[in-house]
């Protein structure tokens, strides 16, 4: 296999073809890329591997000028790029294909692989031409398609392939691949790492984003892992170990501070019952939550954890699948997110802004919103007991400052989602689904959100909680089921979970199926 070639004529041994020479990058007060130097040779494939977060894709998009970088700079065959210049990187020969496809869906396949470049004469498009360079590009990764085809009509796996073709038919010296994989089969993706093969054995340099450990193992010849947007190390891959991977991708100490955990007795009945979920992005889950317990979702970006609680909460439709609620002595069928909230379901979003707040409305005026029954009579709502609601559950989230009629708004990311968890503990929920609940929030907001979801699962409440932040998965949860490709693929209860088995399992580094 190519990737275990080490004597000196090997890619990533003679003289580089793109360089990252200490690029660094933040954004407000954070650093998304601290410092890093990167290398790749002509005939290479150079893994970039690291956790959500880590500044993969922001130094990436560095390197094809997308984004300017604060300090440092890039440099092809030793020549020193314009910085944060789109063009200028194009034409030195450089190509991303990005983890979110930029395809028109409306638009051909031959009009998609030619977009931005389309031949054309007194401003007349050369649809012949056209035509041949789209069907040159398809035939150089070995793909067959419909050149007519609107891009809408395809699967999601063939979108991906036209991405990349537009990308080879710009003839580029450097292809750069941000998590190819993460929409395709498994016979899809080992069709897509064969023709990268062929593409650098033909002396392409290909730069791969991949989270999936065993991708890099099978096509790259160099690795580099970054981590909290600085560089860690860069190995040949024959001179490393899948472990040695997930060891410095994580980088803490792989032992849990057991000081704040929560202290879990016997959890209670199964309140939310999932079977048999099926749904974009999911395929045949069983779940369920107990009362008292906290049930962690862990898994890398794409793995499908954001659908499946949608899915199980009513929010997307499911294609199978049925969710039970068993509280108060009654079982409810959730058939819609209106049914699964009337039956004591309370949901805080990924997205806050979007999805979880009025952001123009008051912090009273939102905590109201599902809770019109407590703060009105005879339909008409009573101003003085949406304040007196408000006030008491901005004391009991720690809102600072407890103003409760000021825009949600012009609160802090942190006291936004307290605002979101205040306007649900008004209902005081027999089950709450929590997707990335301290995502974006300061540290102080943490903990206190922490010690909130622990006293809801104290106080008899279910609760699911989907977080890409290991150490708070492993700090909350009494449980946790790690997917990947839309399946739950390993079950650790909280004494067996530590960073690296939950890492291992996510990233498919192990085969283990532990407790499934």
């Not at 806050?352 to 409305?361: E, F, I, K, S, W």
């Not at 790690?482 to 979970?497: I, K, N, Q, W, Y």
Request: glycine content about 10%.
């Amino acid at each position: 296999m190519s990737g275990h070639v080490t004597d000196e004529r090997a890619p990533g041994s003679g003289r580089p073809i793109i360089e990252a020479d200490h690029i660094s990058k933040h954004f407000g007060g954070v650093f998304a890329v601290d410092d890093v130097s990167l290398t790749v040779s002509p005939g290479e494939i150079h893994g970039v591997v690291g956790e959500n977060g880590a500044g993969k894709s922001t130094l990436m998009r560095v390197l094809a000028g997308i984004l300017r970088p604060d300090n440092g700079s890039v440099l092809v065959d030793g020549r020193q790029l314009e910085a944060g210049d789109t063009r200028a990187a194009l034409d030195a020969g450089v190509a991303l294909v990005h983890q979110e496809l930029s395809l028109v869906p409306e638009m051909t396949v031959a009009e998609n692989i030619l977009l931005g470049s389309t031949p054309s004469q007194a401003g007349l498009i050369k649809t012949q031409e056209l035509k041949q360079v789209a069907a040159d590009a398809l035939d150089e990764i070995h793909v067959s398609v419909d050149l007519d085809e609107p891009v809408v009509r395809l699967s999601v796996a063939l979108r991906q392939f036209v991405e990349i073709a537009r990308a080879v038919a710009r003839k580029p010296r450097v292809l750069i691949l941000d998590e190819p994989t993460a929409t395709l089969t498994p016979a899809e993706t080992d069709y897509l790492l064969d023709m990268l093969e062929r593409l650098a054995e033909r002396g392409l340099a290909i730069i791969y984003i991949s989270h999936r450990i065993p991708e890099i193992f099978r096509i790259c010849h160099r690795v580099t892992v970054l981590r909290d947007g600085k560089h860690v190390d860069t190995v040949a891959i024959a001179d490393t170990r899948p472990e040695d991977l997930v060891d410095k991708m994580v980088g803490r100490e792989l032992k849990l501070d057991l000081q704040d955990r929560r202290e879990a007795g016997e959890p209670g009945p199964v309140v939310l019952r999932a079977i048999g979920i099926r749904a974009p992005g999911v395929n045949d889950v069983d779940l369920d939550v107990r009362a008292g317990q906290i049930v962690g979702l862990g898994g890398l970006v794409g793995a499908g954890r954001t659908e499946l609680v949608r899915a199980i909460i009513g929010a997307d439709l499911r294609s199978a699948g049925q969710v039970t609620i068993t509280a108060g002595g009654s079982t409810t069928r959730v058939t819609s997110y209106r049914s699964a909230v009337a039956a004591g379901l309370a949901y805080v979003p990924e997205e806050r802004r979007a999805d979880g707040l009025a952001l123009t409305m008051t912090v009273a005026d939102n905590v109201a919103l599902p809770n019109r029954h407590q703060v009105s009579r005879s339909s008409v709502l009573l101003v003085r007991r949406i304040a007196e609601l408000a006030k008491r559950l901005a004391d009991t989230v720690g809102l600072r400052p407890p103003e409760v009629q000021r825009e949600a708004g012009d609160f802090s990311g942190g006291n936004q989602q307290k605002v979101v968890l205040a306007k649900w503990l008004g209902r005081e929920p027999d089950v709450i689904v929590l997707d990335e609940p301290t995502r974006g929030v300061d540290v102080g907001a943490k903990v206190e959100i922490h010690r909130l979801i622990k006293e809801l699962a104290d106080t008899g409440a279910a609760v699911l909680v989907v977080s890409s932040d290991l150490p708070e998965l492993l700090d909350l949860a009494d449980v946790i089921h790690v997917m990947r490709d839309g399946r739950v693929v390993g079950t650790l209860p909280s004494e067996l979970a530590d960073e690296k088995s939950v890492m291992s399992l996510a990233s498919g580094e192990t085969g283990a199926m532990i407790g499934v």
